[in-house]
């Protein structure tokens, strides 16, 4: 081929490359711009005389999982193809919003539609249940309509005064458990060395890698934990729905035997069960809701109002802060070190952390952990600057959220007071070490390593295997690590040694639990935290400052868009729930893989809390 032919070809492809990518950006650039012109016609034709209807109803629809603190989107692309964390609902939104309804005489009722909430704990579910309860007391019903009811979602519905479920829809109460993933024999049939370095005897996170099952011990400790979890359920809808226990019991453990009574109708065993009040359709629901609060004729719509127009009405004029402040802090997802968001990010949370001890505004901080674990560097790093702020004279006060395990644990051990939420999953006081070698791998290939150095650690990488000298020490600095781990829960909790060994050793515990353990303060949420916090200041008057990043124009512009286009980016086809479940079923199963990143290969991490729903 002459040089002049093969630059034609590449200039032609070039030029068809170019081409692609004009079209493409000129695709979305477009689409960018009509959205944008909707949105700003939408916003424009809002501002003028919107108001909270009277009488009406307050719908609250919370998309994809509840979080502690949502992620910002990525860019208009990364939302239009559905790249980037767009399926989150922050909690405090949800509980806001009832609160303010609880005071504010023109809702009538709230309706709350679950149908796309793909997640919430149960730590959640009980912290939104004590808040519907308020509104109940204020004189006001909570109204439930689904098609049908995951588990994580009835236990939020079964507080309401009337449930509703469509004539074909179904109740399923799954419990809590399941199975892991094992990854010795793939191991073994790749010929890779996984070298594990541990303590704590009940440490099962590395079980996945030296095993092909569960151990009998993992499996008590687990068990244990799941029953407790699961009491607290089963005697939350006995309360709520005024059932006797055993009725909850019964329809979980014998439900095929109650669908065969009922025909195999699966809406009308839990209709029978009285775990719902009525069977009606999506139009029977909007009119007995509409019997209630009535239409606004002129459109024939509900007289009703969504909960993120609702948040904007009432919260348009801030309250009057004062001069002294709690600051609240939320540590998300896994702990590692650098910068980011979508995980508790060691970098980013110091900074803030640092702020707060040399505001003279901030009197004292609350730490919301959200995390199973993760790095133990990076854990002792916030702990460290978290103790600095309390040297300064200010109270730290963690509050424990759905998971605040191992390395969740370890940043708050010496915190002030610990506060957490009934089921909080909590302790993993242990650590272990995963390193992966290759040397067999290669021998297989007939890829052969040979060299020489000065010292025997010269040559040690995952290509030529570990040497008894590198294996010592990494043995040596976990043991190290461990006793560091024991001696700040000691030191922060009060407890002697044995105290602390009695209840360390990886073991997970549920909250309330824990506090009998000594290894939390109080059962509470934020507030009570809040509160916990003010009283180590001694602070008669305060307001609370959230400790968050501020938004970018851009980011705020794409919440904005999202919010007031109502985009429903998600295909919300079976098919399209279907795949999007097992993907998430995958990706939760592959998470031991995913958290191997630690540069010291030290790790005070709960896997099994990433794995399980709680």
């Not at 309706?111 to 309860?133: F, H, K, P, T, W």
């Not at 469509?166 to 809590?176: A, F, N």
Request: charged share 20%.
């Amino acid at each position: 081929m002459s040089d002049d032919t093969a630059i034609a070809k590449q200039s032609l492809l070039n030029r068809a490359g170019q081409w692609i990518t004009t079209t493409r950006n000129f695709v979305v650039n477009g689409v960018f711009v009509l959205a944008t012109l909707f949105v700003l016609m939408s916003l424009l034709g809002s501002c003028e005389g919107e108001s909270v209807p009277k009488d009406s109803a307050l719908f609250i629809d919370p998309v994809g999982q509840l979080v502690e603190q949502t992620s910002p989107p990525l860019s208009f692309p990364d939302v239009l193809l559905q790249s980037g964390p767009v399926q989150e609902t922050a909690i405090n939104d949800v509980l806001r919003t009832i609160n303010l309804a609880t005071e504010d005489d023109d809702i009538k009722i709230i309706v709350l539609d679950l149908d796309n909430l793909s997640y919430a704990s149960s730590a959640q579910a009980l912290r939104i249940g004590r808040a519907l309860e308020k509104f109940q007391a204020s004189g006001k019903n909570v109204v439930v309509y689904a098609d049908y009811f995951d588990q994580f979602q009835y236990h939020i519905a079964s507080y309401a005064n009337e449930l509703y479920m469509h004539p074909m829809g179904q109740i399923l109460l799954s419990g809590y458990g399941g199975n892991n993933l094992y990854f010795r024999e793939m191991l073994e049939k790749l010929s890779i060395n996984m070298h594990v370095f541990r303590v704590g005897g009940f440490k099962s996170a590395v079980e996945p890698f030296t095993r092909d099952n569960m151990s009998e011990q993992a499996k008590l400790a687990n068990q244990m934990l799941y029953t407790g979890l699961w009491r607290v359920l089963v005697e939350e809808l006995a309360d709520n729905r005024q059932l006797p226990v055993p009725d909850i019991e019964g329809y979980s453990q014998q439900f095929s035997v109650l669908l065969k009574k009922a025909g195999g109708d699966m809406a009308r065993t839990a209709l029978e069960a009285k775990l719902v009040d009525e069977l009606l359709t999506r139009d029977q629901a909007r009119a007995r809701i509409a019997d209630k609060v009535g239409w606004i004729e002129e459109n024939e719509r509900l007289n009703a109002i969504g909960m993120r127009n609702y948040l904007r009405l009432r919260e348009k004029i801030p309250s009057p802060q004062s001069n002294d402040q709690i600051a609240v802090l939320v540590a998300q997802g896994a702990i590692m070190e650098g910068e980011g968001t979508g995980f508790a990010a060691a970098d980013s949370l110091i900074r803030k952390i640092r702020n707060v001890r040399f505001n003279d505004q901030i009197q004292g901080l609350v730490l919301r952990v959200d995390s199973p674990g993760g790095s133990a560097f990076a854990s002792e790093l916030i702990r460290q600057e978290l103790e600095l702020v309390q040297l300064a004279g200010k109270p730290v006060v963690a509050s424990f959220a759905s998971v605040a395990a191992s390395g969740g644990y370890w940043i708050s051990a010496t915190a002030d007071a610990i506060v957490a939420e009934p089921t909080t999953i909590t302790g993993s006081i242990g650590i272990f070490g995963v390193l992966p070698t290759f040397e067999n791998s290669l021998d297989r290939l007939g890829i052969h390593s040979d060299g020489t150095g000065t010292t025997p650690l010269t040559s040690v990488d995952p290509l030529t295997g570990l040497n008894d000298e590198f294996k010592s020490i990494m043995q040596s600095n976990i043991e190290f690590g461990y006793r560091q781990f024991t001696d700040l829960v000691a030191r922060g909790r009060g407890m002697d040694a044995g105290a602390v060994e009695a209840v360390a050793q990886g073991r997970v515990w549920q909250g309330n639990k824990a506090l009998e353990l000594g290894l939390v303060d109080v059962l509470g949420d934020t507030q009570v935290a809040i509160e916990k916090a003010a009283e180590l200041a001694e602070l008669s008057d305060w307001s609370v400052h959230y400790l968050q990043d501020p938004t970018s124009p851009r980011d705020e512009f794409i919440r904005q868009l999202m919010e007031s286009a109502s985009f429903d980016l998600q295909d919300q086809s079976p098919k399209s729930r279907f795949f999007d479940k097992a993907a998430n079923l995958i990706s939760n199963k592959m998470a031991p893989l995913a958290y191997l990143n630690d540069p010291k290969q030290s790790y005070v991490v709960c896997l099994e809390c990433i794995d399980s729903k709680f």
